[in-house]
Nanobody
């Protein structure tokens, strides 16, 4: 059974930084893209970023471009999300996902983590 486990969430003041991590339990997903999504309170899930596991190609959501960076460590089977200059509107549950294609559509991802809460105070 595949497990994705996120960590690194927490409470931070506006302008601060956090780094989220997501470890995948199975090497069988090595060819899969890894993505981050977020769901603010009372809102729909939103695409944040995705990385191609092989090439390292990245795509970002418009609301986080230039502030967030997605990266990977192949040896640790871990994907990261470095979040800088955080804003109160970044407050959400952040979840990582794995899927065969680099897509913005969350319904196309088969494997999901449990999510980690990020709260940004003003």
């Amino acid at each position: 059974q595949v497990h994705l486990v996120e960590s690194g969430g927490g409470l931070v003041q506006a302008g601060g930084s956090l780094r989220l991590s997501c470890v995948v339990s199975e090497r069988s997903l090595d060819s899969y893209a890894r993505a981050w999504f977020r769901q603010p309170p009372g809102k729909e899930r939103e695409f944040v970023a995705v990385i191609n596991w092989g090439s390292g190609t990245t795509v970002y959501g418009q609301s986080v471009n230039d502030r967030f960076t997605i990266s990977r460590d192949n040896a640790k089977n871990t994907v990261y999300l470095q979040m800088n200059n955080l804003k109160p509107e970044d407050t959400a549950v952040y979840s990582c996902a794995a899927g065969p294609l680099m897509l913005r559509d969350s319904t196309r991802y088969k494997y999901w983590g449990q999510g980690t809460q990020v709260t940004v105070s003003s």
